[in-house]
């Protein structure tokens, strides 16, 4: 091809004229079909003249025929947090073994606005990540639905971590090694997820008349945590231990600890969620319970994958696990 003549890209004919086969036969090789109805020495000599020439299936072409548009949305709070890209890694891995590829959407931000118009594209599933089936609406009318981390609904499955228990774990821990004066740093967020975790808090802490309790309400930013932890760790009853709903969160209260000369894992206990990469380079690093993120979006994809062949499936939530860390120790005396 010269300098000046325009880009035309390899198509079917190309290839059947160039492996000695008809369009037809191209067509039944590279689209998977071709076993038991053409000899493997020819499959064989398409799928190589196919990938020598850069050929590439029509994708658009594809789905026109067959009625799809090989698109899901996962849908998203926001983008600002690094726990929705393992649920996209998750989920967009096993969309591909479908041929279905995910387009990631954020329905809103942290404060719950909704910085973008719904996508307007034709779709084949949509997948809401913590959020109710009721804010997606408008983009999953008509096409399967599958909500992640949020509790299912009449015609709407879902796929859940145990939350609960991971809240149970990170409690338990604080409470054997001595600490009494906890804090929880609650996510500002309606979602069904963060109420998991403070209904299980409220009724572990409700049960033990020795335990002093603080809730602290913050939006995802650290610098927000750090602030409105200040006051809380300045005070002279202060928590010696603190559980956040998000490992961001956990980087407030380290902030505002080490500004105020407190050591953690010492002075002060934090435990985090999510479990993201950051959690084990903290210094110290922190505890936190571990979210098994990318298997909730593998399993929301296979759920979709059979809502759309005509199959339901209830699962069992996702287990979580606690990972401990240096953030972590017994309480200090006095």
């Not at 004919?13 to 369009?23: C, F, L, N």
Request: net charge neutral; with cysteine.
């Amino acid at each position: 091809m010269s300098d000046t003549e325009p880009y035309r890209a390899v198509t079917a004919t190309d290839v059947a004229r160039v492996a000695g086969v008809s369009q037809s036969t191209v067509s039944l090789v590279l689209n998977g079909k071709g076993r038991g109805r053409i000899s493997d020495k020819t499959v064989r000599r398409v799928t190589e003249t196919a990938q020598r020439m850069g050929y590439r299936i029509n994708q658009s072409a594809r789905h026109l025929r067959l009625g799809t548009s090989g698109t899901v949305l996962l849908a998203v709070p926001t983008l600002t947090n690094n726990a929705f890209a393992a649920v996209h890694a998750g989920a967009a891995r096993r969309g591909a073994e479908h041929g279905l590829g995910l387009v990631v959407f954020p329905l809103s931000a942290e404060d719950g606005t909704s910085p973008f118009s719904a996508p307007q594209q034709a779709l084949d599933g949509v997948i809401a990540c913590s959020m109710p089936a009721a804010t997606v609406a408008e983009v999953s009318a008509g096409v399967p639905l599958v909500v992640l981390d949020d509790a299912s609904t009449a015609g709407t499955p879902a796929v859940t971590m145990d939350v609960a228990t991971g809240m149970a774990l990170a409690l338990n821990h604080l409470l054997a090694l001595g600490h009494r004066r906890l804090a929880h740093v609650r996510a500002d967020r309606p979602a069904w997820t963060f109420e998991q975790r403070a209904r299980t808090f409220d009724l572990g802490v409700l049960t033990r008349p020795d335990v002093v309790a603080r809730r602290v309400t913050c939006p995802f930013p650290p610098s927000v945590v750090r602030e409105r932890m200040m006051p809380v760790l300045s005070a002279p009853d202060r928590p010696t231990a603190v559980i956040c709903d998000d490992d961001n969160m956990a980087m407030g209260v380290y902030s505002a600890a080490m500004s105020l000369g407190l050591t953690i894992g010492a002075d002060l206990s934090v435990i985090g969620f999510n479990d993201a990469p950051a959690a084990s380079q903290a210094a110290p690093g922190l505890t936190s319970v571990h979210l098994p993120l990318e298997e909730m979006g593998d399993r929301g994809m296979r759920m979709l994958v059979g809502l759309r062949g005509g199959a339901e499936a209830a699962l069992d939530p996702l287990p979580v696990t606690l990972v401990e860390r240096e953030s972590t120790g017994p309480a200090p005396h006095g």
